[in-house]
Structures are given as C-alpha cells and as structure tokens.
C-alpha cells in the first residue's frame, strides 16, 4: 500500500462549490437515533433489576458474566499490574526461561517462602504469565504462559515494568495528579521536562543539566530499550530511501538513526540531542553497528540553534512530551532548517486508535500528565500542530502495531514524495 503526499496547497481546492462529506452527512444523519439508543441503553444498564434479571436469562447471561467481569478487571487492575511488577522484579519470568519448574525450586530462586511463591504463581497464571502443569507424581510444575514467553522478547516492556514504581506513586492519588497537573515523583525524575515556556536561553540547558548525568543516562537507557520496536514498525511502514541527509530531534543514544542506517547505507545521518544525552550517544555509538555514521549535535531544540540543510527530520517520542505551543514553536523551527521541499516525520503512540485499546489515552494520557507536560494527541491533531508550523500535506502513514508507534508526515509546500 503506498500513500503519497500531494504537491497541492490546499487539499480542497478540486472540490466543486457546495461539496459536503457524505460519511459525515451519513453520521449526521443517524446521530439521534445513536443517542436515543445510549440513552436508552444506559437506562436499563444502571438499573440493577435489569441486570438481575440478565444474569438470570440464558441468552443475555453471558452478555452479563462478561460485562460484570470487565467491570471488575477495571477494578483490579492495579493489583494485576503489581503482580506483573513483581514478577519482572523476583526474576520470575526468567527463571522460567529455560524449562518449567517445581514450587520449591521457584521459592528458592525468588528467596520467597512456598506460600507466597504459590500466591504470585497463581495471580500470574491467572493473567496468563506462566502456565501450571499436573506433574505425573502430583507436584505441579510452573511454565511461561504466552504473554510471559512475549514479554521476555520485549525488553522496552521490562524497562518500562521497572520503571513504573515512580508512575504508582504519583497515581495513588488520581485526583491529585489531575489537580495538580504533575506529579511529585516522575517529574522530580525527569526534571529536564520541565515546560520549555518557563525557561529561555541558557536558563532552559541549566534546568535541564540539572536532572545530572546518571538521570539523564537512565532516561536514555530506558528509551533505548523501547525504541528497537518503533523503528522497526516506522522502517517497514515508510520507503525513505530518498531522504540523502536525515536528522533525528531529540534522537537519545541513536537507537533509531543505527536501525535507519542498516535499511538506507548511503543516507548522511545526524542526531540532536541534550548536552547530556549527547555525551551518552557519543560514548556508545562507535561500539554499535553503524554507528561511526552518525554525527550527534548537543542543544537543546527549543533555543539553540538546530542545525539545516536536511531532507527528512524525524521526531521520535519526542512531540506528546510537550505543550501545543512548544510542539508548534519546534516544528516551525525545524521548518525553517529544511532543504526545500524537505519532510518531517512525527512517530510516537498516538490517541484514538481501536486497535491500541487503552494505551494512549489511559497510559499515556496520565503517564505525562505526572510528568507535567504534554498529551498524547490524535493524527489529526498533530497534523493541525504541523499546519500552524507552515508545514503541508500532514497525513498519516499506517503501522501493523498502532499500539506502539503510529506516523504522521508533513512537508514544505509543493513537494511529492512517495511513502510505502
């Protein structure tokens, strides 16, 4: 499937005078009788003789025993996420690796007593982590389920899974955190998130320094293990075998720009980065495949000078950490470092997606509100952002896992170039 951005300013300027949207008309048209039916719906749902009577009637019952559970999960969720958490953190899964054990040998390994070891195997194995087995002699033995086998392939899961203790802190108390824009824990973490418009010149690098080299190597590490699944959806998603001289704002340690170089050898490539992420990228990139290929610039992108003449500039994970006038003053900013007809390329999880579920507005949308800046947005949102930064054609190029990574294109006007 191959999407191509037009040369044309004004993507309506073909459209016959009176031209209306006719699944719009369609959605208005069929708008109250989708209201009556949730009104309607709601009704009855709310009511509890209704749902005494569903779980009773054979045919609405397992309509009933689903909802019911649904509603519970979201209850104990936060319980299935500890049970997660300690398993990453006892080393569970990776005892699990090899073959499947016995409950002592498991206690033994996690320096739990039975008791316990049998309380988190059981949660786990209700959440589909491992898997019990009958043995012959009666003792059961504990295996990797599917979705434990899965995570120990996802390293960015298990960065993230540890690094979550700051994330539960802040969300014991919801409605603070909603209240009070931050939270106390992730943002004192990452203080070099602080909102661009409360700092200017050298004022915003020293804020900024000031989060240290350790956080900042930690943050780093912690995008670096996520980062190898978003560049291989962005790779597979887009042909940017055209793009000669390609920067990559707020690259980190260049997880992104070595996977690009392994698709596109003859590609110049360029990383701009914190002073301190730089120093970090600078340290391990000659220890990496292609690494030697890339030059890494320092600043920070929202005042210093980013450097010009480029193609293509990639934003990865960078856009739903800032504010909507940031992204639109970076953007603008990047724009004018652009070859003509240069591209910029936003990939980061976006809002709105059916086939994401809940992560972008659930996770997201309160992970960064603890940070103290950003959201997570939709396509069309961030295509909005790019217009008011003087970029066009902003459209959407397709991934095969929305839930980690979904892209948006723009260019300067009146150019044509081709995505796969």
């Known amino acids: 499937m191959s999407s191509t951005m037009e040369t044309a300013d004004d993507p309506g300027a073909d459209r016959p005078s009176g031209w209306a949207d ?21 009704r009855k749902l709310a009511d509890g003789a209704f749902q005494a009577r569903a779980t009773r009637f054979p045919l609405t019952r397992p309509f009933a025993q689903e909802a019911s559970r649904r509603l519970f999960d979201l209850c104990a969720g936060f319980v299935y996420s500890q049970v997660l958490s300690a398993g990453v953190q006892l080393g569970l899964y990776e005892a699990l690796r090899d073959r499947p054990l016995r409950l002592s040998e498991i206690a033994g390994r996690l320096e739990l007593d039975e008791e316990a070891a049998r309380v988190l ?84 690098n ?112 960078i856009v739903h950490d800032h504010d909507d006038e940031a992204v639109v003053a970076l953007l603008t900013r990047i724009r004018e470092g652009l070859r003509p007809g240069g591209v910029v390329m936003i990939a980061e999880p976006m809002s709105g997606d059916r086939h994401s579920g809940p992560v972008a507005d659930a996770y997201f949308g309160f992970y960064l509100r603890a940070m103290g800046s950003g959201r997570p947005r939709t396509p069309d949102e961030i295509a909005a952002l790019m217009k008011r930064a003087g970029l066009s054609r902003a459209r959407e190029i397709p991934t095969a896992l929305p839930v980690a990574t979904k892209i948006v294109v723009a260019e300067i006007p009146r150019r044509s170039v081709a995505f796969t």
């Open 121 to 204: 195997l059981r949660a786990s194995a209700s959440l589909d982590l491992i898997e019990i087995e009958e043995g012959l002699d009666k003792e059961a033995t504990y295996a990797l389920g599917a979705l434990g086998a899965a995570l120990l392939a996802n390293p960015g899961a298990l960065a993230m899974i540890r690094h979550h203790d700051a994330l539960y802190a802040d969300l014991a108390d919801p409605v603070a955190l909603l209240k009070g824009g931050k939270g106390a824990r992730l943002s004192r973490l990452w203080p070099y998130a602080a909102r661009p418009k409360t700092r200017k010149g050298k004022a915003a």
């Open 206 to 317: 020293d804020a900024k320094a000031s989060a240290g080299d350790a956080d900042m190597a930690a943050y780093t590490d912690l995008m670096e293990a996520s980062q190898d699944i978003v560049a291989r959806e962005v790779l597979a998603a887009t042909d940017l075998s055209w793009a000669r001289r390609v920067l990559d704002v707020g690259g980190g340690s260049g997880r992104f720009l070595t996977a690009f170089a392994s698709h596109h050898p003859d590609a110049e490539l360029h990383l701009f980065d914190l002073p301190a992420v730089a120093a970090v990228a600078r340290q391990r990139l000659p220890g990496t495949r292609n690494g030697r290929r890339i030059t890494v610039h320092e600043g920070d992108f929202f005042t210093d000078p980013l450097p010009e003449g480029y193609d293509l500039a990639t934003l990865v994970r």
């Open 22 to 42: 006719p699944i719009g008309e369609i959605r208005r048209f069929f708008r109250p009788a989708r209201e009556r039916w949730r009104a309607y719906r709601n």
